[in-house]
Structures are given as structure tokens and as C-alpha cells.
């Protein structure tokens, strides 16, 4: 136990001193360079289908086109900026941190005497149950911070962003971050713990550069552009994926819209639980929470204000019951 906190803190601290340009260099972000060359890519389909369409003015370029659908001189841009850097001075890395748990605890506690018979077929399967274990963790996660008022609070830190860009992937209340990474933490442990008690082997998911192999997949057909105004649809597969065209909507302030497609990855989970939506391209929305997004224009009240939200939640329900 001993060795595994040194590791642990190790590889914590490591994770702790990188810089916040990391994000490019690493296939766990959502900026990861390769993503954003496929966003780019897929950028000139939306471009060229958009002008076919007559959705955009028939002399606007390339670059122009997607350049003002990735970043807008908007306060709420500089707020997604200002909470990366501020989260980077409280929070570790927690992508990195799940790969070091999840690999420390099986060298821990796998049995000595297991013997490493791993085959391409079980690497698979680990691959696939923990992906989608992970991806249904968080719809439930995401789908219980909806759906709480406490929990709320704190994650209309990220429904306040008024435009959306990339940045806006990592726009989250430290708590959120917290409660997420725990659960999340705690479930793939257990998948990664029984495979390497029943299967009697140590194994890896399939990966590139760290990131589950299936979830690298999905963020090359678009991850990046979800958190922009660029609408990528999968036309049918929308029925299976969740789009950047579908989060998008996710995102939008309109109460048709409110508590739905809460999918990371899979939409199945959204249709499981009556939450999908598919937008139609021409589909008119605008982001945020709505009155609300004022207060979020200040970086104190996103880190302060959930707080202050909840305070008079706990004194209105303390009255309630004594006066009831």
C-alpha cells in the first residue's frame, strides 16, 4: 500500500505542474491537436453544405465561416478562459488521475498468483464494458446534476456560457469536477478490479495516447466541434451518437430544449430515458440559462454563487419546516 500512495502521489504531482496548454498534447482533452485537425477537416462538410443551403451568405470563406462558429469576443469566452486557469490552480488533472488509479489499483490487488493469458478478444471486451460502464456513469451523473436543485447550482456554471467554443468543454464549478471524477473514479475501478479478479489477468484498455480507444474514435468525428455554433449532425446514427449538433442543443435556452440529449458519447442513454432530442440543421436557439446568464459574467459569482444559491436553499427549507 505504501508503494502505491508514492506512486500515486508521484505521478499526482507530475500531473499537477503541467501546463495548461497540455490540453493540446493530450488525447484525453477534447483539444488534443488530432481533434482539432479533424474538426477542421470536418468543418469544410459543414461549410460547403451550409453554402449549398443557402444557410450562409454566398461569399463567406472558409476561414471566416469557421472561425466565427468556434470563437466570439464574448464575456462569457474570456469566463471559459479564467475558470481552465483558475481549475488548474485547484484541480489535478482528472483524466490522468483515472488512468493512474485505475492502473495502480489492479497492481495492487490483483492476486500474485494470476497469470497474465491476456488475448486480443478480452482486451477488446475490457475495452467496450469499460467504455460504456464510463459513458452511462456519466449520463446518470449528468442526468442527477439536472435534475437536483443543489446539484444544479453548480453546473449552471457551465449552462451559463452564452456562446460556446472549446474552451467551453472545461467550463465547470471545481465541485461538479469533484463529485464527477469520484463516481465516475469509482466505477471504472470496479470494472477494472473485476476483470482482474475473474479474468485472472492485468489488462489495458485498447488505447490511443491514453484515451479509451472508442472514445478516440468519437472525438475525431467531431469531439472538438461540440462546444462550438458549427452544426455537425450523424444524420441516423444521431439515433445511436450524441452529435455536436445534439449538445449543442443541449445547451440551448429555450424550454423545449431544457434536460435533454445529457449523453456523453452514446444517445441510447437519452433515449432509455425519454431525454433525446434531434434538431432540426435550421433549428433557431440561443445559449445559457437566460435571465440568469448576467451573474455568471462575473468569474466570483461562478465560483461563489452556487454556494450562495444553495445557503438560501437549506434557510428556505429549514422555515419551511418549522413554519409547516
Known amino acids: 500500500m505504501d508503494q ?81 486557469i483558475v481549475n488548474g490552480m485547484i484541480l489535478i488533472s482528472t483524466g490522468v488521475l483515472q488512468i493512474v488509479a485505475n492502473s495502480l489499483i489492479v497492481a495492487d490487488m490483483t492476486p500474485a498468483s494470476a497469470v497474465a493469458n491476456v488475448t ?47 474552451m467551453t468543454a472545461d467550463r465547470f464549478h471545481p465541485v461538479e469536477v469533484i463529485l464527477t471524477t469520484i463516481v465516475r473514479l469509482s466505477m ?38 461540440r ?15 450524441i452529435s455536436p449538433h445534439m449538445h449543442q442543443i443541449h445547451h440551448s435556452q429555450e424550454e423545449r430544449h431544457w434536460n435533454k440529449n445529457m449523453g456523453g458519447t452514446m444517445a441510447i442513454w437519452d433515449r432509455l430515458f425519454g431525454t433525446d432530442y434531434i434538431p432540426a440543421l435550421d433549428e433557431d436557439y440561443r445559449y445559457g440559462i437566460g435571465e440568469e446568464n448576467v451573474r455568471y459574467q462575473s468569474l466570483v459569482y461562478n465560483y461563489c454563487g452556487p454556494f450562495i444559491e444553495v445557503s438560501r436553499m437549506l434557510v428556505a427549507n429549514v422555515v419551511r419546516r418549522k413554519t409547516g
Not at 58 to 82: F, N, Q, T
Request: proline share 2%.
Open 4 to 84: 502505491w500512495i508514492d506512486s500515486a502521489l508521484a505521478i499526482f504531482w507530475e500531473s499537477a505542474k503541467l501546463p495548461y496548454w497540455s490540453v493540446f498534447y493530450n488525447a484525453m482533452a477534447r483539444q488534443y491537436w488530432l481533434y482539432c485537425v479533424a474538426a477542421l477537416a470536418l468543418g469544410v462538410l459543414c461549410w460547403r453544405r451550409d453554402s449549398r443551403k443557402g444557410i450562409v451568405d454566398p461569399g463567406e470563406g472558409y476561414v471566416h465561416y469557421m472561425w466565427s462558429r468556434l470563437y466570439k469576443r464574448h464575456i462569457s469566452a474570456a469566463i471559459d478562459i479564467c475558470i481552465i
Open 120 to 166: 486480443p478478444y478480452l482486451i477488446v471486451l475490457y475495452t467496450i464494458v469499460y467504455f460504456l460502464v464510463d459513458d452511462f456513469t456519466a449520463f446518470l451523473v449528468h442526468y442527477w446534476f439536472h435534475k437536483n436543485s443543489v446539484l444544479w447550482a453548480f453546473h449552471k456554471v457551465h449552462h451559463s456560457a452564452e456562446t460556446l467554443t472549446p
Open 188 to 225: 471504472g475501478m470496479l470494472v477494472t478490479l473485476a476483470f482482474a479478479l475473474f479474468a485472472g489477468s492485468k489488462l489495458d484498455v485498447a488505447s490511443v495516447g491514453q484515451a479509451n480507444l472508442f472514445l478516440f474514435l468519437f472525438n475525431m468525428a467531431g469531439g472538438c466541434l
Open 227 to 241: 462546444h462550438s455554433s458549427i452544426r455537425l449532425s450523424y444524420g441516423r446514427f444521431d439515433h445511436w451518437f
